[in-house]
């Protein structure tokens, strides 16, 4: 299994990023797929999942109407849509797989994960 982000950058605060995932080698027939973050010093944290299952999605409360999840299945890719960015919302941004379809954003369900990309808010 291999998931590689991309997408991150340097922006201003109110600006808009849409990194995205590339999942590749998942053979199960139902996942989630989450994207968390972690900034320096602090805990990793979930922002947002969805489920290929049903296409169900979860948020981080501090990121409920500013971001949002979606999926092209035909391309195996999951992006994130971030608006009204935040300088609180630096940090490096990965995304994971949990092999149950229900998984939210415990990152202790996450079993594959990417490499990360750097999203950084600042004026």
């Known amino acids: 299994v291999q998931l590689v982000e991309s997408g991150g950058g340097l922006v201003q605060p109110g600006d808009p990023l849409t990194p995205s995932c590339a999942v590749h080698g998942v053979t199960l027939s139902f996942y989630a797929i989450g994207w968390f973050r972690q900034a320096p010093g602090k805990e990793r944290e979930g922002v947002s999942s969805i489920s290929t299952q049903d296409g169900s999605t979860h948020y981080l409360d501090a990121v409920k109407g500013r971001f949002t999840i979606s999926r092209d299945s035909t391309k195996n890719t999951v992006y994130l849509q971030m608006n009204s960015l935040i300088p609180g919302d630096t940090a490096v941004y990965y995304c994971?797989?949990?092999?149950?379809?229900?998984?939210?954003?415990?990152?202790?369900?996450?079993?594959?994960w990417g490499q990360g990309t750097q999203v950084t808010v600042a004026s």
């Open positions: 994971a797989v949990a092999i149950l379809s229900y998984s939210r954003l415990n990152v202790d369900e996450y079993y594959y």
